[in-house]
């Protein structure tokens, strides 16, 4: 990570007690150790070639990252974390042209050192599908994600929460008053079928698209854990929700994650 760029966060000062909204450009001095205690990761990793003074840097952007995801979602840690299972590489396993990744057979979501600033919230989106997908169906593979089970009508696992869950994927998949496809499905086809792709129109990529779209329309603005839904090329061709549409796709997350952050209170209360 290049030390002098700068990250623009609105957000609670989780430096003390103030719970104010206040405007920082850096992040709480804080290690990764610090993260994997608060949060509660299965593990944390950061690359050999990541410097000391990057590697301190990041720490604190990506707690107050979380802290300001956990805050939007109205979760506890464990909600971050899922409950143990996920672990984070920072600097670790790159991929040429790809700045953040999740891998589904580790549980695991790597962040590239300088390229991958922004896309902590569509990451960690990806690993919550994938974790929620035994959770909300009965007869899904390892490696299948919960948006992709309710997409091929598996068989639902009955809980008040799951109904919030599956409210989310038919707001993002499907028209309001029909279920045909919605404006944002058709975008994305259209556009992988002009440039020879399928990665877009991805139920998987669909949703987490649509997750980042919520984020970063909460009260909370942090363009290290995310950027890019509305002022980017992509946002431009129509690869996020907009209008109407982008309304209802946040009304469904908020609905879910309020109901979703309220049981995990709850049991950990």
């Not at 003074?53 to 939007?72: K, N």
């Not at 020879?196 to 363009?223: M, T, W």
């Amino acid at each position: 990570m290049n030390p002098s760029r700068q990250f623009y966060r609105r957000g609670l000062n989780h430096k003390g007690l103030n719970e104010s909204l206040v405007d920082s450009v850096d992040a709480t001095p804080v290690s990764f150790v610090d993260v994997r205690r608060r949060f509660g990761f299965r593990s944390i990793s950061v690359g050999r070639w990541v410097t000391e003074q990057e590697r301190d840097r990041a720490a604190g952007l990506f707690y107050d990252a979380l802290v300001d995801l956990m805050t939007i979602l109205q979760g506890p840690e464990t909600l971050i974390s899922l409950r143990g299972a996920l672990s984070f590489q920072y600097g670790i396993g790159g991929r040429p042209g790809i700045s953040a990744f999740y891998n589904p057979s580790a549980r695991s979501f790597s962040l590239a050192k300088n390229a991958g600033p922004g896309s902590i919230a569509h990451e960690w989106f990806h690993a919550l599908d994938h974790y929620l997908a035994d959770k909300a169906f009965s007869d899904v593979s390892s490696d299948c994600y919960a948006s992709e089970a309710w997409l091929s009508e598996a068989t639902p696992v009955a809980h008040p929460i799951n109904d919030y869950l599956f409210a989310c994927f038919r707001a993002i998949f499907l028209d309001e008053n029909s279920d045909k496809p919605s404006e944002l499905v058709r975008i994305s086809l259209q556009v992988d079928k002009a440039q020879g792709c399928n990665y877009f129109s991805k139920p998987v990529e669909l949703c987490a698209r649509a997750f980042e779209a919520f984020v970063q329309d909460s009260q909370i603005s942090n363009n290290f854990l995310v950027s890019g839904t509305k002022a980017t090329e992509e946002a431009r061709m129509g690869l996020y929700p907009t209008g109407a549409h982008r309304e209802r796709i946040n009304s469904a997350f908020q609905n879910y994650f309020s109901c979703l952050g309220y049981a995990l209170q709850a049991r950990s209360g």
